[in-house]
């Protein structure tokens, strides 16, 4: 979290700050000033009416500057000034008008006036630089209009002590600046930063409650959905379970059927008992909203499997004139997997494959064994895919136009699943697509 203060915000802090410190400057003149009196009556008697009078005026000229410059928002430095000039000459024509014997208390009086008057001050340092030399000026002004006494004896009745006093009082000025000025800049970083908190943990807090809304959305979007899926799996699987009973029944009147029939029915009651068992998983509930799937593994022959696949796909495949050259392995070759699921992976592979050739074309399926692996490879070396648009198929089930004439379009969500699933099942699935066609490789650790 990075926090800038423009020079305008700064500048109006430090100015709020600077008409803080003139008022209590100027609160405090206006109210003591007057009570000094009572020097007047102790030491010079004769004269302390008269300079009541005076204090008196400076006080609430003083007073009613302040209110003058505040309602026209004028610099408050030049309030300042004012107010230092008037008590300077004020406490000079004092200096030079009481008895020797009782100028070092007055000397000491204006000396403290000053004093105070720089230790609560916030303006540049030059100012008050200012102030002391107009202060040792009026001071011999007055000395020459008011005063008898020698020189000598004027300075050495307290006028040295004067002179040291509002000297170093001129250094106070400077430190004071720049220590407010740091301190104004942290108060103001801090009050930003606990605005901006304050903004975010709002901010955060709305957000929590759409995230809260959307999640009570989601889940009842989510019962929904399982209890479609429930009742849609449970009338499909009342519909796979007709079609099986149906093949039973015809396989009990086999010999009235031909060996390409009873090879179809034969077919026909493998793809249902599948669809039954896909069909089993996807209506258990448990099972879908769990992390893992819970496999049927089992040995069998895998090279037997992949020839089903080929024949069950052959037709599609003459439909666009596609030849599909089998290559697999006739060696049996054993794993131990969920048949069903790595049957549908071959699947999906191949009627992607069959999907997206262009017409005419010939596609290439084997099976070999390979460093204690089973491997099925497609290879199709028409027109390609295209890399990016095959990552896509397989990972953000993207619409992938077909590069053919047909321009047949699907999501990949088959190349999707069978990633999954070799995934799942401990196999490995690549592929990629270039200038030399488009190729396909699964692999699963094999038992022989």
């Not at 004269?47 to 009613?64: D, E, G, K, M, T």
């Not at 430190?175 to 975010?200: M, P």
């Not at 179809?264 to 099972?287: G, H, N, P, W």
């Amino acid at each position: 979290m990075f926090i800038q203060i423009g020079k305008e915000e700064f500048s109006t802090e430090i100015l709020k700050k600077a008409w803080y410190q003139t008022n209590i400057i100027v609160f405090t003149i206006a109210l003591l000033f007057p009570v000094l009196c009572v020097v007047d009556l102790i030491y010079v008697p004769t004269l302390w009416l008269p300079f009541f009078i005076v204090r008196l005026v400076i006080s609430l000229a003083i007073y009613a500057l302040h209110g003058f410059f505040q309602r026209k928002q004028y610099d408050y430095r030049l309030l300042l000034h004012i107010s230092l000039l008037l008590v300077s000459i004020t406490s000079a024509v004092l200096c030079s008008l009481v008895n020797i014997d009782q100028l070092s208390i007055y000397f000491l009086m204006y000396a403290l006036i000053i004093l105070f008057f720089n230790l609560q001050v916030f303006w540049e340092p030059v100012n008050s630089v200012i102030q002391a030399l107009l202060a040792f000026l009026i001071i011999l002004v007055c000395y020459k209009i008011f005063s008898h006494y020698d020189i000598n004896l004027f300075i050495s009745k307290g006028g040295q002590f004067f002179a040291i006093t509002i000297a170093v009082s001129c250094l106070i000025p400077n430190a004071q600046y720049k220590i407010t000025e740091r301190d104004i800049r942290s108060q103001f970083l801090i009050e930003k930063a606990t605005g901006l908190l304050k903004d975010q943990r709002q901010e955060l807090i709305e957000k929590d409650k759409l995230v809260e809304i959307q999640h009570e959305q989601l889940s009842k979007l989510n019962e929904h959905k399982n209890s479609f899926i429930n009742i849609a799996g449970h009338d499909l699987k009342n519909l796979t379970g007709s079609i099986i009973m149906s093949s039973v029944l015809i396989q009990e009147e086999n010999y009235r059927l031909s060996t390409e029939q009873k090879e179809y029915i034969r077919y026909i009651t493998d793809s249902a008992d599948k669809m039954q068992y896909l069909l089993s998983k996807l209506v258990s509930v448990k099972e879908i909203d769990s992390d893992e799937i819970n496999f049927n593994l089992e040995i069998f022959d895998i090279n037997a499997e992949v020839n089903q696949v080929i024949k069950g796909l052959n037709e599609t495949a003459l439909t666009k004139n596609i030849s599909l050259v089998n290559n697999i392995s006739t060696r049996p070759l054993h794993v131990r997997l969920d048949k069903v699921f790595a049957g549908q992976v071959f699947q999906n592979l191949l009627s992607n494959a069959i999907k997206f050739s262009q017409l005419n074309n010939t596609l290439l399926i084997t099976t070999s064994l390979q460093a204690q692996k089973f491997v099925f490879e497609i290879i199709d070396e028409g027109v390609a895919i295209g890399q990016h648009e095959l990552d896509w198929m397989f990972d953000k089930l993207k619409t992938l136009n077909d590069a053919s004439t047909s321009k047949e379009s699907r999501l990949g969500l088959g190349l999707s699943i069978a990633k999954l699933m070799t995934k799942e099942m401990g196999g490995e699935l690549s592929y990629r697509s270039n200038n030399d066609g488009n190729y396909f490789r699964v692999e699963f650790f094999a038992m022989n």
